[in-house]
Each structure stands twice: as C-alpha cells, then as structure tokens.
C-alpha cells in the first residue's frame, strides 16, 4: 500500500490494492471542495446514491459542489437493513434510467456501508458495470467497508445474499464527516478493528487501545482509519475476492449478522462484536482458546462500549433461522446440521480446516453459544484481562 502526503492540503493518496489492480483513496480532513474535481477524469456525468438523513445533515453539500463540475442526479435512501433490498436496487434503477444515463456515467455513494452496498450494487448492475466512486461518512465504511470488491443486499431473512463482485474507482475519505455521528457509532466502526486486531493483527492491539483513549481528536480519528486501511490491504492484496485469507474478515459475522437482523437498534458493529464472544465460547468450548484469549476479547470490547449480552427476550429460533442462511454456507463440506464459521486457534491465529479457514460448526454449538449470550456470562469477573 503506497501512500503519497500532500503537506499542503492536508490531504494523502493511498493506492489500495486488489490483487493485480487497485483503488484510489484521497484520505484527508477538511479536504476543499477542489478534491473533487478529480471525479470529472472518470465520467461525464453522476448519479449520487446518498443517506438521506446524512445528505440532509450536510444540506446538500456533495450534490451542490458537484453541480458546479459536471451534470448530477441526486436519490436518496432510507439507510436502514429493512431497505437494502433488490427491490430498492430496481426500483432506484428504473428512476436512474429515466435520467437516460450512459457508460460514462458514474455511480457515487454518500453515506455509510450500507448505502455504499446499495450503490456498489447497481454500479455493478448498470450496463454490466460503471464506474462507482465512494464518499464513506461513517468510521466503519471508512476503515472497512469501501475497502472491498463486494457488494450485496439482503434476503429476506439473511444479510448479503444477493451481490456481486465490484471495484470501487475512487474514495474520499474526509474525518469531517465523523464529527456529526455518534460515539456509540463511531465505535462499532472499531469494533472491526478489533477484529482485525484478533485475528491476524495482534501487534497492533497496543496502538489501538491507546487510539481508544477519549478524547477522539481528528489526528486521532485519522489513525484509526490509516489503520484499518493498513490492515485489510495486508489480506485483500494477496486474495482481493476475499475467497482464501481474505475470509478471516468474517470472524464474528456469521452470528453477528443474524443478530443485526433479529434485534431491533443493535447496529452492525456492537452485532459483530457479540457475534465474536459467541465464536470465542465455541473455539473456547473446543479447547482452541484459553480463558485468557477470552478475556481480551471482552476488554477490548468494553473499551468499544459494546454490549456483552443480548435481550432475554431475543428469539434464538428466529437468529439460528438466519445463521441457517448465512452466505458461507457451502463453501466448505460440512452436513446439514452444521454450518461454517471463524473461529479463532489463539489470539492472531485462524483454525484451519485442511486448505480453509472455515471450519464446520454444529448449529447445536452455535444455538448454545447465543444461549449464553443472553446471560451475564461475559460480564463476569472471570473475564477481567489487562491490555
């Protein structure tokens, strides 16, 4: 990953890559309108997909300075899972197709991951592919979310089921964005870090818990994004498809997703983080992890202000109906009673499974482990651990 400061506008270029090919990033704060300028090299005309309520907040701004540089249609999305659907991807193409768009015409998200999904699935879909072009608003689109190839909506009762392979041209990372979200956002988009950090980057969990101390200074917010970015472009360099290693970003989601679908106001990140206390009890459970692996999970977490138990009212039939659908389910053998998972051999090491790095789970395990995610199992002083 080659990254080329620019002292002078604060702003840096970072060339992420996919393999053979990359991705652009202009990561700054309060990066001039100009920046965006550079859009004009891409297409001759854009159609912006924006968070309504974001687009809302910031009045406008990315469709107004674009209007000043060449022709735009704005649409705006409810950001919510219920509406990151297919029906809303072809009910937005059909109003796009209406505008009579071309080959030249770009798709550009504004908002977090999950209107960036919904873009990054009709820019794959129009004319069999058109440029798309990222500007993320949340911490977690920054330092995870435009940083692949894949783009997906939900199903009805699973998330991600319908994608497809797309690259993203150009990204605009500007910190400014984050100083209108808040903390409880702001740290689910660490939680994924943290994830990293367990389970390929366990080098880098002393400079992130120093990141995590309050108060969280741009510089500061900066670095957690350098940071994320650091850390996929280490994986998506050598398997840009996320097919091989790059799989291991999926530790704590096959659960986690299905949390974010059954439990009302849980947000994606707080949703991995459980999920990844559930994946730790099963490797636990197997012997793969020692209490103590355990307990930095737990701090680490709490130092996110994640939540470390589940509602009692939660449905576990309704989460394992979800799990059951989870978008690995497949990809390695296993029986209809089992389904593949993450799981950890050691705080920075995945379990391997001969060439995988999935591994067959009993939906009993997986049943038992959201079983105790609705009791004080993690809040308990046996899970006290100094980073």
């Not at 053998?333 to 090491?349: A, C, Q, R, V, Y």
Request: overall charge negative; glycine content about 6%; aromatic content about 6%.
């Amino acid at each position: 990953m080659n990254t080329l400061i620019n002292t002078d506008t604060r702003t840096s270029t970072i060339a992420f890559p996919f393999g053979s090919t990359e991705t652009t990033i202009r990561i700054g704060y309060m990066m001039p309108a100009e920046e965006l300028k550079a859009i004009k090299h891409y297409c001759a005309e854009a159609i912006i997909i924006a968070d309504q309520y974001v687009n809302d907040l910031w009045n406008n701004e990315i469709y107004n300075r674009l209007s000043n540089i060449l022709p735009v249609h704005l649409y705006t999305v409810n950001a919510t899972e219920s509406e990151k659907t297919l029906a809303t991807v072809t009910t937005l193409l059909e109003s796009i197709m209406l505008t009579e768009p071309s080959r030249c015409t770009a798709i550009i998200s504004f908002g977090g991951g999950l209107t960036g999904n919904i873009a990054g699935v009709i820019a794959g879909l129009l004319f069999r592919g058109v440029r798309l072009i990222h500007i993320p608003t949340t911490l977690l689109a920054m330092s995870d979310a435009i940083l692949s190839q894949k783009q997906a909506v939900n199903g009805p009762i699973s998330k991600n089921t319908f994608g497809l392979y797309h690259k993203a041209t150009l990204n605009f990372i500007d910190i400014k964005y984050l100083s209108t979200i808040d903390q409880l956002h702001l740290y689910g988009g660490i939680i994924e870090i943290v994830k990293n950090c367990l389970t390929f980057d366990q080098e880098a969990i002393g400079k992130l818990s120093h990141l995590l101390e309050l108060p969280f200074t741009p510089e500061k917010l900066l670095q957690l994004v350098e940071l994320g970015i650091r850390q996929k472009s280490r994986l998506l360099k050598a398997d840009p498809f996320e097919k091989e290693q790059g799989i291991v970003l999926e530790y704590g989601h096959t659960i986690g997703h299905s949390l974010e679908l059954n439990i009302r106001h849980l947000f994606h990140g707080q949703a991995v983080g459980l999920g990844m206390l559930a994946a730790a009890y099963i490797a636990g459970r197997r012997g793969w992890i020692t209490s103590d692996d355990i307990g930095l999970h737990v701090a680490l977490l709490r130092l996110c202000e994640c939540p470390l138990r589940i509602p009692d009212h939660t449905s576990i039939e309704n989460v394992m109906q979800s799990v059951k659908s989870d978008n690995k389910k497949g990809k390695i053998p296993h029986t209809s009673s089992e389904t593949p998972m993450i799981l950890l051999d050691g705080i920075g090491k995945v379990r391997t499974n001969y060439d995988s790095y999935l591994v067959p789970v009993a939906l009993s395990e997986i049943t038992a482990a959201i079983a105790v995610l609705k009791t004080d199992y993690f809040e308990s002083a046996a899970y006290v651990n100094s980073i």
